[in-house]
């Protein structure tokens, strides 16, 4: 669906996207998260075609966004963090007249127009200028000109930036909503978001690609907590394939075993019980580690900065 290959993008001498690469497939909703400047909006601007990479490129659908920008624009809905609409339009003129520049017309126009406006609830709005509506509302007609025409692929932008908590969960469900019929790919600052929303998160620190991880592979973790009635037992536990490491807990019987990269959660937690139970022990737990994306992103954060001072130090 979506292919982003080395791409990146200077300011001057500054790098805001330094070859940054991943890929998005059909009906995936993913989260761009980053610190406030870690370039994420620079990346959406490259995916949706309003901003030209200095190396690398974007294909959506096998198409070039070099080659086919217009082609690819008309069949992708973009979100920018800040929309640029004109306040004193209605919202029913903006949508018109952002519908026209996605080349619809006549019936199909209309019907988009209705289907745009029922799935945000901006009925009670239609004949209101966008400079007289709160915030929520208008990120409602953001979205609603990102979903006219059924686009396959949606870049959304920041979208609860500065909605309150009612509002936000509001905006939730209507992603979710949308993520029905198109891949969504949406960048924020907020953890909390890419909990709420995301099958998976990029984690972007100074312009890089920190991290691409499912979000259920991280919370199941990489490691296993063991329980039993005694600990008699390591040993036998280290010498279960996938198993990499051991480490004894303070409580008797108690465990966290590492595993081998690539290691099948499901075949050595069948190996391990079986250790247990023919050492005559009882088995007591036995479950994956959980992992959080806030610990995640925290170890990010910090490495990063341990690695500007190791460059520091350095010069």
Not at 20 to 41: C, P, R, Y
Not at 140 to 148: F, K, P, T
Not at 241 to 254: K, R
Request: aromatic letters at 4%; hydrophobic letters at 40%.
């Amino acid at each position: 669906m979506l292919e982003v290959s080395h791409l990146s993008r200077c300011y001057g001498a500054f790098k805001a996207v330094d070859n940054v690469s991943f890929t998005i497939d059909k009906g995936e909703i993913v989260g761009l998260l980053g610190h406030n400047g870690a370039g994420k909006t620079t990346i959406m601007k490259m995916l949706s075609g309003y901003l030209e990479p200095d190396a690398g490129k974007v294909c959506i659908d096998g198409l070039d966004l070099a080659q086919h920008a217009k082609q690819i624009q008309r069949s992708l809905g973009y979100l920018p963090e800040n929309l640029p609409v004109y306040g004193e339009m209605t919202v029913a003129d903006y949508l018109d007249y952002a519908a026209e520049l996605k080349g619809l017309s006549g019936p199909q126009k209309r019907e988009e127009i209705r289907r745009a406006v029922r799935a945000t609830d901006l009925g009670v709005k239609l004949t209101a200028p966008i400079n007289t509506l709160s915030r929520g509302f208008k990120q409602r007609v953001g979205v609603a000109q990102a979903i006219l025409g059924r686009p396959k692929l949606l870049i959304l932008d920041e979208p609860t930036n500065g909605l309150d908590p009612t509002q936000t969960q509001q905006m939730r469900a209507l992603i979710r909503e949308i993520a029905r019929e198109a891949t969504v790919i949406l960048s924020t600052h907020i953890l909390q978001e890419v909990d709420a929303l995301c099958d998976r998160v990029l984690i972007i620190h100074g312009g890089r690609l920190a991290v691409d991880e499912k979000l259920s592979q991280l919370r199941a973790g990489n490691a296993l907590w063991l329980e039993s009635s005694s600990s008699a037992s390591g040993d036998k536990l280290r010498s279960v394939d996938g198993v990499a490491s051991v480490e004894q807990l303070q409580e008797e019987g108690g465990y966290r075993l590492a595993l081998a990269e690539g290691a099948d959660l499901r075949a050595v937690s069948a190996a391990l019980a079986k250790v247990v139970v023919e050492a005559g022990e009882q088995l007591y737990r036995l479950q994956p580690e959980q992992r959080d994306l806030e610990s995640l992103f925290r170890q990010v954060s910090e490495t990063g900065a341990m690695a500007k001072e190791e460059l520091k130090d350095a010069a």
